[in-house]
């Protein structure tokens, strides 16, 4: 089981940019497949981004453009960067964790879960 911790997040103005983080607690980072997951009250849990063991990343078309997600191996860290914040991005994001090698935007995938962070655009 690997702990994960986002951090992060905050409030930020229509067009916008922020960096999430995840720290994973394991000795085995590399062989982890990631994924960034949000929710907010009104909407279900979407995926919005996910990347592989070897770095292949597959987008949300909501997200397609203006979000990349990345990973430090060494770090043991987990990234999302959002630029063009939309209100719409508004929302808890999560970061997630399963050991196999698959990029995947479904939940139902991911074996490990953070807290979360909050992000909040305004206008």
């Known amino acids: 089981q690997v702990q994960l911790a986002e951090s992060g997040g905050g409030s930020v103005q229509v067009g916008g940019s922020l960096r999430l983080s995840c720290a994973a607690s394991?000795?085995?980072?590399?062989?982890?497949?990631l994924g960034w997951f949000r929710q907010s009250p009104e909407k279900p849990r979407e995926g919005v981004a996910a990347?592989?063991?070897?770095?292949?990343?597959v987008y949300a078309a909501s997200v397609q453009g203006r979000f990349t997600i990345s990973r430090d191996n060494g770090a043991n860290t987990l990234y999302l960067q959002m630029n063009e914040l939309k209100a719409d991005d508004t929302a808890m994001y999560y970061c997630?964790?399963?050991?196999?090698?698959?990029?995947?935007?479904?939940?139902?995938?991911?074996?490990?879960w953070g807290q979360g962070t909050q992000v909040t655009v305004s206008s």
């Open positions: 997630a964790a399963v050991n196999r090698d698959q990029a995947a935007l479904s939940h139902r995938m991911y074996s490990d």
């Open positions: 990347i592989d063991r070897d770095g292949y990343a």
């Open positions: 394991t000795m085995t980072f590399s062989l982890y497949s």
